[in-house]
């Protein structure tokens, strides 16, 4: 409610009255927002706010957001509709909240907003992103709209197409933290993004999608395998590791993006290792789908990101005392779709062991024995591989594989979680808690570096 005591230049802007009309009630949401971006401008950037302006700028963003909720929830279908042209024009996420931001004003940041944040660090942002978790949460509620942007989101990316002929005639694809080989029925592929321990970043998770869809696209290759490539880090020089997470000294210099890591990766490349790829639109008779068995190799440990990844492969192969975590609790971020995938393998007293207070488990442990298939010295790891591939190279794997994830994880349950997911994620990577644990571990490797 407006306390008309404030004076009107520092009240938050009235909700937009709607009428169900698309047209009107954008005009009318727009007229909303802009009165919103014209009160922040009168106050300092964040980071100089004093209490006062912080809580002023809260009751705005609230105010906004109320707004765009208020309108998506009439209107979520219609507008994807708009954007898409009906659904004649596939449109993955970062194309398609750039297309929104110039159709229906005030609904989503735009890009110059979002580059301007873009030069700040986490904390000093307005958290413009959290408007881009209220769009999708939204656009995934919705059936038809939520189901025509997962299958679009499992297309080939224009990028992947345009490697795949010097894939396969070469075997051989280096990206810049990933490296991509054909060997026999196998294509492996090696992250080296060494200097902070084989942690996500957007350029990671863009490299992975590509190398996925080559692998998918390409027919010589019947399995594919992750590995963690060495290191430099300090602290683990010269060792392979398989991954750290997401990288959280990019989270808090504000480089790493909802639209592009924490919503694209799980609509991206993770989906597709899941599902599998949509070589054309369903509709005819025969399957559109191309799907291949996955091993996951972990050497030293898998932290975060590193062990939702796990969660979709069909073999994993650990290293003998490795660890595997989800420190969700530590970190404050909600650890993908590991909520969703990690109880059907521990069940759940163990999953809340896991997520809400950081158990760790060790390769060779019974309890690890549930998401890990084997655990071995190192020097055995490589003819474990080597037997995985032969094992899951056989003609019936990919359908069989298919039909487990259909009847794990129905695509309707796996909309109905990402809807949710993609509202309380972008939420946490601005909460108070959130940034202070980052800006903690910033200024403890500073000092360790």
Not at 2 to 27: C, F, K, Y
Not at 162 to 170: E, Y
Not at 322 to 344: D, H, K, Y
Request: glycine residues 8%.
């Amino acid at each position: 409610m407006i306390n008309l005591s404030q004076p009107a230049a520092h009240r938050p802007p009235e909700p937009p009255v709607l009428t169900g009309d698309l047209d009107t009630d954008a005009a009318a949401l727009w007229h909303c927002t802009d009165q919103g971006e014209r009160l922040l401008a009168l106050l300092p950037p964040k980071p100089d706010r004093n209490a006062a302006e912080s809580a002023q700028a809260r009751r705005v963003h609230d105010a906004c957001r109320n707004a765009r909720q208020a309108f998506l929830a009439r209107h979520a279908e219609r507008v994807y509709d708009v954007l898409t042209s009906g659904r004649t024009r596939r449109l993955r996420v970062g194309e398609l909240v750039r297309t929104a931001a110039e159709g229906f004003p005030g609904l989503v940041p735009t890009a110059a907003q979002l580059a301007e944040e873009r030069q700040r660090i986490q904390a000093h942002k307005e958290g413009r992103e959290i408007d881009q978790g209220i769009f999708f949460s939204a656009l995934l509620r919705s059936p038809g709209a939520g189901i025509h942007l997962i299958e679009t989101m499992r297309h080939p990316t224009p990028g992947s197409i345009a490697l795949l002929n010097r894939f396969r005639s070469s075997g051989t694809v280096e990206l810049d933290t990933v490296l991509l080989e054909r060997r026999g029925e196998a294509a492996h592929l090696t992250f080296r993004n060494g200097h902070c321990l084989n942690a996500e970043d957007d350029r990671l998770v863009a490299d992975l999608e590509t190398a996925v869809d080559l692998v998918l696209l390409d027919d010589r290759v019947r399995v594919g395998v992750l590995r963690g490539g060495v290191v430099t880090h300090s602290r683990h020089a010269g060792r392979r590791v398989f991954s750290a997470g997401i990288n959280l000294r990019s989270l808090h210099d504000g480089k790493i993006s909802f639209v592009g890591f924490l919503l694209g990766r799980e609509l991206g490349y993770l989906n597709k290792m899941a599902r599998g790829l949509l070589t054309a639109d369903p509709g005819g008779w025969a399957p559109t789908t191309v799907q291949k068995p996955w091993v996951g190799v972990v050497d030293s440990f898998a932290i975060g990101g590193g062990m939702q990844l796990l969660l979709v492969v069909d073999r994993v192969i650990a290293e003998e005392g490795a660890f595997l975590s989800l420190p969700a609790a530590e970190e404050g971020i909600v650890p993908g779709l590991g909520n969703l995938r990690l109880t059907r393998l521990t069940g759940a007293r163990m999953a809340r062991q896991i997520v809400l207070s950081g158990r760790r488990l060790r390769a060779g442990d019974a309890d690890a024995a549930l998401v890990c298939d084997e655990a071995l010295p190192a020097d055995l790891l490589d003819e474990a591989i080597e037997r995985a591939v032969r094992d899951l190279a056989g003609s019936a794997v990919a359908a069989n594989r298919g039909m487990l994830i259909l009847a794990e994880e129905p695509l309707e349950l796996f909309r109905s979680y990402l809807a949710e997911f993609a509202l309380v994620q972008a939420i946490r990577i601005y909460s108070d808690d959130v940034l202070a644990r980052v800006e903690r571990r910033w200024a403890r490797s500073r000092s360790a570096g």
